[in-house]
């Protein structure tokens, strides 16, 4: 690794050469750097924005979960099998799908190594659950914080290693020659001056686990200090897959947190606030039968992610009516576990159905409040809140429907090889799942993208990223970027008020309900904004120039999901998965508006993975086949032969 000192104009740029960079500090990118290492290549360093920030670190849910291959008992499984339920999610690369299956096991094991204390029972099998889309119990899980229990045991190998990261660096271009990336220039967020603004990293390989686009959104479940950085690589030239599909679901907002499995299965009182401070109890206004009502809150607890063919008979319509309250008539909406629904001082068990009452019967947890059955079935959950300032037995939960995860991302290859050569990416921002994905399957994603990443930086060293001449190239990105930093610095600061404008209007018009009708518009409006960024834009201190690189972000990734979303519909695309595409001809919930009306897609593009490319002055998108299934397998001397020549790294 080598710093040196570059004069571009009247200003001076730190510069690092290395042979792989890699950016992000969560459970993907810090396993992608140590996996680095395991496989000889040294000359490494990782750039974050900030050490102790990302969802990996800082996210959760009642049970957080790791999928892979089933290891205990007599359950049959095979990377096959489990590619294929993979698969079967829709719109998903086989061979993606394969490497997913086929490198869970030494993946997990990887963690299990490093510290993540996943359970066994007395002869060391690895037991496991089913969680949604999984018909093999494949899952398993630390508890609430499974991700940050990864992040922190990787971290801590990474230390070990000293691997050098480079702290308070925001990624705000990478640096092509031609078509390949040679490297990235970062905004130094602790800069007090123009010659302390930039960095630069020349790379052979450059690796983006920079997680999901959170910055897209108003309503999230991604933590604060979250916001993804995909704007920059679609600036690059990559390609976007599968920006569709998303995962919805109820989540606190304050803290930001999944509010599934226990805290829907104890059944507590859904209220809304209007601006006066009037409560409703907006779902007994829906439901006629509590019976009914009472259980869909409780299916909510495992089917949390909002699904469409779960709305018109399902629990669904939970998330619906609350995106209703809060949306569409601007209410407050909270989880109250200190009163029972319907004002009941005992709820009548023997009404709910069969799943429901068993459940609670078998907990012993028919009895009192929601908030005593929580402390009864599951004490860390109350503690959980309790930790984060929120005493559950004094005040109501504030909660909204909220984005939780990007199944899509950028495009990818079978080694996590995005279209530009030597750019990879993995994690959430790497778009490796379909429709639907087996929950806990993201936490493997990560750890096998990260791992199929190294192998591959490994063995295909060869790039010009130090034969071009890199302080020529780079200078156009440094010069363009200081004079929008100088335009935007002074005046009245603007750049948070714009970016709530711009998530408010991503959660109106393309979240979990969508209109059609208005991808045009807001499209237009997200792309003024972007093309007018340095005028429109500003900031009263240069510590606040980060601030406005994340809304540059979000609105270049605002225009390319919505994108999507209007070539998806142009293809005759329905709703499927976590969206609803409102539809005059559909149906609507039984009680619900007319806006509410959509048609379910019949299945015609589940075979097509929609790609999309930012031109620079528009956009071109493309419905491609899925890559099938491979076979796998192979004769044993033949892979062997193979394997000696290449470690079948091609």
């Known amino acids: 690794m080598k710093e040196t000192i570059i004069k571009i104009g009247d200003i001076s740029v730190k510069k690092v050469t290395l042979d792989a960079v890699i950016i992000g500090t969560g459970a993907a990118g810090y396993n992608c750097a140590l996996r680095l290492s395991d496989y000889g290549v040294d000359d490494i360093a990782i750039i974050t924005e900030g050490v102790n920030m990302g969802t990996s670190r800082n996210t959760g849910s009642d049970k957080q979960t790791y999928y892979k291959m089933n290891l205990c008992a007599d359950y049959p499984d095979s990377p096959k099998a489990m ?18 299956a086929a490198l869970s096991v030494m993946s997990f094991l990887h963690l299990c190594e490093l510290g993540v204390e996943f359970p066994v029972n007395r002869y060391g099998e690895y037991v496991g659950y089913k969680t949604d889309h999984d018909p093999r119990a494949r899952a398993t899980s630390v508890g609430p914080l499974t991700s940050k229990m990864m992040t922190e045991c990787l971290e801590s190998a990474v230390q070990k290693r000293k691997i050098k990261i480079y702290d308070k660096l925001q990624i705000i271009e990478f640096i092509k020659n031609g078509d390949t990336c040679v490297g990235v220039l970062c905004l130094n967020k602790a800069s007090q001056n123009e010659n302390e603004r930039f960095v630069l990293f020349n790379s052979k390989n450059t690796v983006i686990a920079t997680g999901g686009p959170a910055g897209i959104y108003s309503n999230t479940v991604y933590p604060i200090g979250h916001h993804g950085a995909s704007g920059v690589a679609f600036e690059a030239g990559v390609k976007g897959r599968n920006l569709t599909e998303w995962q919805y679901g109820l989540a606190s907002t304050a803290p930001r947190w999944n509010v599934s499995g226990t805290y829907m299965q104890v059944l507590p009182r859904f209220v809304s606030v209007d601006e006066n ?3 409703y109890e907006f779902l007994n206004e829906y439901f006629d039968d509590i019976g009914v009502c009472l259980s869909k809150i409780f299916k909510k607890g495992y089917e949390w992610p909002f699904d469409c063919k779960k709305v018109l008979s399902g629990s669904s319509i939970i998330d619906l009516l609350v995106f209703r309250e809060n949306v569409m008539k601007g209410r407050r909406v909270y989880l109250d576990f200190r009163k029972n629904p ?8 023997d009404k709910l159905e069969d799943e429901a009452r068993e459940y609670l019967e078998n907990a012993h947890a028919c009895f009192g409040t929601p908030l005593a059955r929580l402390q009864f079935m599951n004490m860390p959950a109350y503690d959980l809140y309790l930790s984060k300032g929120v005493d559950l037995e004094k005040e109501m939960l504030e909660i ?16 996590w090889q995005t279209n530009v050569p030597h750019l990879f990416a993995c994690g959430e921002v790497a778009g490796s799942h379909g429709v639907y994905r087996p929950g806990g399957s993201a936490l493997n994603a990560g750890q096998v993208g990260s791992t199929r990443c190294a192998q591959y930086i490994s063995r295909h060293q060869e ?6 001449d890199f302080d020529t190239l780079c200078a156009g990105a440094v010069n363009k970027h200081l004079e929008i930093t100088r335009c935007i610095l002074g005046g009245e600061d603007n750049v948070a008020s714009l970016t709530d404008k711009y998530q408010r209007l991503m959660d109106e018009v393309a979240g979990p309900i969508r209109d059609a009708s208005r991808f045009d518009s ?4 997200f792309m003024g904004a972007f093309e007018d960024f340095k005028s429109i834009v500003k900031v009263n201190s240069q510590s606040r120039l980060w601030l406005a690189y994340r809304l540059r972000d979000a609105l270049l990734g605002e225009m390319m999901y919505i994108g999507a979303m209007k070539a998806y519909t142009m293809a005759g695309g329905k709703s499927r998965g976590s969206a609803i595409y409102t539809s005059e001809n559909g149906t609507a919930p039984a009680n619900m508006e007319s806006v509410f009306r959509f048609e379910l897609d019949d299945g015609a593009l589940n075979d097509k993975i929609f790609e999309i490319t930012y031109t620079g002055t528009g956009f071109g998108s493309v419905a491609r086949p899925v890559r099938e299934l491979p076979e796998g397998g192979g004769f044993f ?4 032969r193979e394997y000696r020549e290449n470690k079948n790294i091609y």
């Open 637 to 640: 001397e033949n892979i062997w």
């Open 342 to 349: 319907y004002g009941l001082d005992e709820l009548p068990y």
């Open 463 to 468: 790039n010009d990223a130090f034969d071009c």
């Open 522 to 525: 807001a499209q237009c409006e």
């Open 83 to 100: 590619a294929q339920d993979l698969f079967n999610g829709k719109c998903v690369d086989g061979d993606i799908a394969y490497a997913e």
């Open 400 to 415: 909204a429907l909220c984005a939780q995860h990007n199944n899509g991302g950028l495009d990818i290859d079978m080694w």
């Open 277 to 279: 401070g009037n409560e």
